[in-house]
């Protein structure tokens, strides 16, 4: 289990090194650059040229990378040239993830816990009202865009009904205390629950649209787990056991359909970052999704080499996570 | 609906399970919705809060350093210039300085300033501040001496005090407190409206010293700026600055209770980043911001109609049709230009495709701009003329690389895309091939354009003061920019003319001079075809009061109110 962990801890690594590289020398080959974002439309040739040599932007693209390297090593990532102009891309990354970190945690747990029972319920009433109802939903939750649901919860709920905030993550007059920069922890870490009620608030629409795809795509993974599980032979040796129904529904078939799902929940994991470009835009949430999208605007190559590489190490660990649950909940790899 | 919970004291059943549930969510969201609505209620106090929507985060806070406009959205209600705008105008009033003379060469300038005023430190303004700031304008070095940071400077004072370049700045002293006396290298038309510029505003140079204002470094991809500029802006304007809640994308400023002037009637102004054009609208609508910049020009009717502020403001910009001689010889006989100015339906794309307000432009800046000539050459819509100009220069097949900007909206160009197909289709109805270039406006659209690889081009420009320098100097008065008039024998003399006329200090004079060039501009050079003036609109809720909007985009909130707060 050790070695196994350290071997997958060592591709990380690799995967990172690898992808650092790769992503340098693509933000580089695209048209335009952080030059023409920090002088705007009224630069001289000249200027271009003086801004190139200050930043050593004229360098070979291997010097620079040679250059990227050595300061990243230090836990120099560069400086932002266009998402919050002058701070360190680290610190932007920093400033930003918890923002997309609650509102990611948020939509998985909304996922998992609407999409596994009611996955799990599909299964056993195949055929039924519930079925058919849950898998149209979750049709829709694949087919439906998330921003045009995100627009549409928002117009709804948020303009139309106004009961719900329409974007932000905290109301702007409230003066809340930061500790973490997750919103909802730092008001009940410093007690100010009103603080922390209304980031909750501020998070429920971005949340159920950013968990629509995670909650359709765990739900068909987990009806489709649990009818295989129930035609096995082990579960029909169980149920001519004798066994109880709860038990069987449990050790049995739910324990064993887990399997499957627990993959595509790290799968998602993904996913839930890649939707927070969209869903932070609608609701304009200065997450790392809002910093992808400004630094692509821009040009911010050092926010995007941060938020992408950072995302990329995130995305690894949690399938790292995944790969060693598995252990936990099939004890026959813990022997292999 | 409240009895559903416990309605039954049986175990509930799976389905009762899921209406529970659902009854939960219903009773969350509402509960949640009453006390997000209470919070937004409570806000402000007496003098209320207007929250603004911002397109983007401010570059930085010393407006010395940047060239944004959200950045000088923010500056200009803390700091003030010695002089300033007049509200609703491009042209100057008197500010922290109260009058001024200059001797008849126009190379010396005298401002009496304003006493009893306070920076927001309570350190005294006073000619030695003013002297202080201008001193470290100049004293810039290293990477504060890059385009990038030192944009306005550059363009408008030139050089610094290392003597590389020449500077129109030569020293500033102050025989008295009251005084400060500024003396130049040359006489400038811009002298002293670029002083009424956000970059010049006056800081205390007490806390410029204590934070390390002039702390800039060129690190990485780009610049690190000092405390300063990133939590410590201190002018002497009617409101402070408060706080930058970069991870909710907030500005907050207060009101300054000492303020010298009429002080501003809001508690406080908060400035809310919000990129996407779309959801600035939609924040409108529900209430939680108080007013955008630059709305859609598709949208003006309906935000008008749901009862908001839509309010025009004179057209101070150009739109106009680029040309470059460097890479297609054919461009370089005017007989040609011209056979592009008769092929633009302008009147047409005017009105089909630009927002109300918008006018055809005849000459590169609008009439509210001084030297502006009354007799230009006329270039009406007229492809048949302009077949035959074309066959008069040998230039029947004429092929042009028309570039045009994607992922972009500016002022004076609200539809790229559109004003490109109108303005292709009426160079082709001409006879005109045309091939499309369309590039991201920071994806290698302005690159390409400045470094002159385009034949034809679609760019504008928003003045930044009242004078004809600041359109037609920097478009022209250097050869080899993205007009590459080096390429005719006239590119040069145009420059020429255009520094004669900026160093004219006789104001008659200098304005016949700028009437003259705008003639030859129009009938014997052509570097370009101007094509419209745009005017941008300013949306703020029903419940907001006397915004003053302003044709530089320059609009200030001390004069602003909120109803029912």
Known sequence: M??????????????????SMLLFAWLRMLPGGPVSALLGDRATPEARARLEADLGLDQPIFVQYWRFLARAVTGDFGTSTGVQRGSPALEVFLTRFPATLELSILALLLAVVVGIPLGYLAARKRGSWLDNLSITWSLIGVAVPVFFLAFLLKFVFAIELGVLPASGRQDTGLDATRVTG???????????????????????????????????????????????????????????KGLAGMVIRRRHILHNAMLPVVTTIGLQTGALLAGAVLTERVFNIAGIGQAVAIGFQRKDFPVLQVVILASAMVYVLVNLIVDLSYALIDPRLRTR | MSRAPSASRRAPSTRRRVVAAGVALVATTSLAAACAQSQREAGGGAGGTLTFGAAGAPDLFDPFYASDGETFRITRQIMEGLVGFKPGSADVEPALAESWEHTPDGKTWTFKLRQGVKFHDDTDFNGDAVCKNFQRMFNQTGAGQNNALSYYWIGSFGGFADGKTPSLYQSCETPDAATAVL??????????????????????????????ANNVQAQGDSFVYPEYAKAHPTGTGPFKFGSYEESNGTIKLVRNDQYWGTKAKLNELIFRIIPDETVRKQELESGAIDGYDLPNAADLKALRDAGNNVQVRDPFNIMYLG???KNNPALRNLKVRQALAYAVDRETLVKANLPEGAEVATQFYPNTVDGYAQDVQQYPHDPAKARQLLAEAGASNLTVNFYWPTEVTRPYMPDPQGIYNALAEDLRDAGITVNPVSKPWNGGYIDDVDNARADIFLLGWTGDFNSPDNFI?????????????????????????????????????????????????????????????????????????????????????ASVSVSGQ
């Open chain 2, 323 to 325: 040309i470059t001689q």
């Open chain 1, 2 to 19: 050790l070695r196994y962990t350290i071997r997958r801890l060592a591709q990380l690594a690799l995967v990172v090194v690898v992808l």
């Open chain 2, 183 to 212: 003396h130049l290298t040359r006489a400038t038309s811009k002298f002293p409206d670029l002083l009424a510029l956000p970059s010049f505003s006056m800081q205390s140079p007490t806390a410029m010293d204590r934070y390390q």
């Open chain 2, 473 to 557: 100097g920097i478009f022209f008065g250097t050869p080899t920019n993205r007009f590459y008039t080096a390429a005719s024998p006239w590119g040069e003399e145009l420059a020429a003319q255009l520094r004669a006329a900026d160093g004219e200090p006789d104001e008659t004079k200098r304005n016949q001079m700028y009437q003259d060039i705008n003639r030859k501009l129009l009938s014997e050079y052509l570097p370009a075809v101007p094509l419209s003036h745009s005017p941008p609109a300013i949306v703020t809720s029903s419940k907001v009061h006397g915004l003053q909007p302003s044709p530089l985009n320059a609009e200030e909130f």
């Open chain 1, 182 to 240: 997750f919103y909802i922890l730092d008001g009940l870490l410093t007690r100010e629950f009103d603080a922390a009620w209304n980031s909750f608030v501020h998070l429920i629409l971005p949340a159920i649209a950013l968990s629509t795809i995670p909650f359709a795509v765990i739900f068909r993974i987990t009806r489709a787990a649990v009818l295989d599980v129930m035609d096995e032979d082990y579960v029909r040796t169980a149920r001519a």
